[in-house]
């Protein structure tokens, strides 16, 4: 049966003289393009007929925009614009927010969803959206409307929630939960994998010596104080006394980074090496430093990647290759079936744990394990993986 005004009033559960251009236009898409454009002139009668006319503009929205459909040269965002310019239909993404599919939102981003676009129908009643400006007016014209869509986003509601914040918190705590399930399951599995070994002896001379040199080190500035700083989240001027502790501290961070670098630590950039083809007009000198790629690379490492590193170092012991390569290739030997051929991307994102290591005293000067490391290096990851609760209050927006 071909689509028409009754079958339409059913889907938006309003009378066809109530119903809203987004109405129509989402269930034209729910049709075959070519039955849908068939179903045009008759579709149009009936609303006239129901003392709801629209515009002759939709119509022919309407119209190009399902004949783009149907030769296939519609974009994702040809389609997301035509429905946005019928005035009620949300942007797909308002400044950090992306909207999930229907299907996939939770009870809270549905019920802010449908508040938005209860708003937006306010406003159109109220003739401070006309849909006609915004078909005709381009990206310009949607741009602004989504500006006038995110001021409600960042407007408290009577019950006090700010719409934005509401559901970018809730999709937060939903990534965290995942992240720290994910953390769980590897702290399981490394668990098990340790206790089959035997045990590893703390050398607390080779302890007390590393951290002396971490020490001296926080004085001053640059690599490879700044970037431990920032993996470790300490006061570089109230270190931890304890040498067990402090040392567990950096080694942890460089699993887990706690912080950014302070920028007020980094080196500004000397005259003669500023290129302008790296100037960008919004973001400035886009090139990052050194520390910072390092900290990216490390950010980049997942619970997989360690998960099957420590534990072929803690298998190997002392002695055992911990360069770069050697770690990329245990990550590949851990569970050939799930690892895909990036050798050499992950070989990249060891580099800078390697390197820290060596400042730690984790790895030797040919990047292998050292005592310290065989104990320090499964105890610091243990240390990074545990519940989240137990490391750090969690603070809110």
Known sequence: ?????QQISAMASR????????????????????????????????????????????????????????EGSATVGDVQNWLESTGTEPASMLGMLVWDEPDERSALQSEIYDMLVAHLEQLLAAGRIDP???????????????????QWMMTPLPDG???????????????????????????????????????????????????????????????????????????????????EQLWLTFAAGIVSPREELDPADQNELADDDIDDDDFDADLGYTDLSDDEQSLVALCT??????????????????????????????????????????ADAAAE???P???????????DSRERLTPLGWWGLPEAVQ???EPRAAREPRSGR
């Open 161 to 243: 929630r700010i719409p934005m914040w509401t559901v970018l918190d809730e999709s937060d705590d939903e990534l965290q939960a995942q992240w720290d399930a994910a953390e769980a399951e590897a702290l399981t599995e490394l668990r098990s994998v340790l206790a089959e070994l035997p045990g590893r002896p703390v050398p607390k001379e080779d302890l007390h010596a590393a951290c002396e040199r971490i020490r001296a080190l926080m004085p001053r500035s640059g690599w490879p104080k700044d970037l431990l700083v920032a993996c470790g989240g300490v006061d570089p001027d109230d270190l931890p006394a304890d040498d």
């Open 383 to 385: 240390r990074a993986w």
């Open 301 to 342: 490492l997942d619970h997989y990647d360690w998960l099957a590193a420590t534990t072929a170092l803690a298998r190997g012991g002392p002695g055992t290759s911990a360069s770069p390569g050697a770690l990329a290739r245990y990550v590949s030997e851990y569970d050939p079936d799930d690892y895909d051929d990036q």
């Open 15 to 70: 009378p066809a003289r109530e119903l809203t251009r987004r109405d129509v236009a989402r269930a034209l898409l729910t049709a075959r393009s070519q039955e849908a454009l068939a179903t045009l002139p008759t579709l149009r009668r009936q609303l006239i007929s129901a003392g709801n006319p629209m515009s002759a503009v939709f119509w022919d929205t309407a119209d190009t925009a399902l004949q783009k459909i149907a």
């Open 1 to 5: 049966m071909a689509l028409d005004a």
């Open 353 to 363: 744990a390697v390197g820290l290591w060596d400042v730690l005293g984790a790895v």
């Open 349 to 351: 994102m060891f580099t």
């Open 132 to 150: 006609d400006s915004l078909a005709l007016g381009g990206p310009d014209a949607l741009h602004q409307h989504r500006r006038l869509q995110e």
